[in-house]
């Protein structure tokens, strides 16, 4: 199966400031790779999505970019703002399956 | 247009006892995945249900088991419940393929 690592765990920024989460992949054949944004009590929320014969993709404040020779992609936030505050998923998809990563804490200090 | 819904929200249960879980999907979507997410980390993927039938399968023993009905909803159900399932469960639907999973806001289940 895939195995999927995400870094860091948790990540504190000053409102204003760039956050960018890290995510490795270990199975070449893996072809998406979703963003997810998981507020307290709540499920996890689509934000972003690359596949993989792209290698960058921006919505507003949210960029992910992926380098497929190294088996890694990666999330930036610009401008970030308070309400930012979540954990953080990425994923890879294999055959239809989702892996998961670990997920990284994001705290933006107003 | 109605994301997707789980029901019920939460549900406390004894270590032996069975519990079933039922999802709705978004509209347009005609498969429906399920997820185990314990505390602090990533959810980790049950399995997934397309056109009535289990299409793919995680890493789950067989006390875990679903259907999928013709409307596409769908439901979990665990046998022998374990102190370890306790967790939050989560469905997410989407069309067949590599398309984008919609989750929903999960059913948390507690074993005492």
């Known amino acids: 199966g895939e195995n999927v690592e995400q870094h860091p765990s948790t990540l504190s920024v000053q409102e204003g400031d760039s956050a960018v989460i890290k995510c490795t992949y270990s199975d070449s054949a893996s072809n998406y790779f979703p963003w997810y944004k998981q507020e307290l009590g709540k499920g996890p929320q689509l934000i972003i999505d690359i596949r993989s014969n792209v290698g960058e993709k921006k919505d507003q404040r949210i960029a992910v970019t992926l380098n497929k020779t190294a088996k890694h992609f990666s999330l930036h936030i610009t401008e970030t703002q308070p309400e930012d505050s979540a954990v953080y998923f990425c994923?890879?998809?294999?055959?239809?399956?989702?892996?998961f990563g670990s997920g990284t804490k994001l705290n933006v200090k107003p | 247009d109605a994301g997707v819904t789980q029901s019920p929200t939460h549900l406390i249960k004894t270590r032996g006892q069975q519990v079933t879980l039922r999802c709705s999907p978004k509209s347009g979507h005609d498969t429906v995945s399920w997820y185990q997410q314990a505390l602090g980390q990533g959810p980790q993927f049950i399995f997934q249900y397309y056109e009535e039938e289990e299409r793919q399968r995680g890493n789950f023993p067989d006390r875990f088991s679903g259907h999928q009905f013709p409307n596409y909803s769908s439901e979990l159900n665990v046998n022998a419940l374990l102190l370890g399932d306790s967790a939050l469960y989560l469905c997410a639907s989407s069309r067949q393929g590599p398309y984008e999973q919609y989750f929903g806001p999960g059913t948390r289940l507690t074993v005492t």
């Open positions: 994923a890879a998809a294999l055959q239809d399956k989702f892996y």
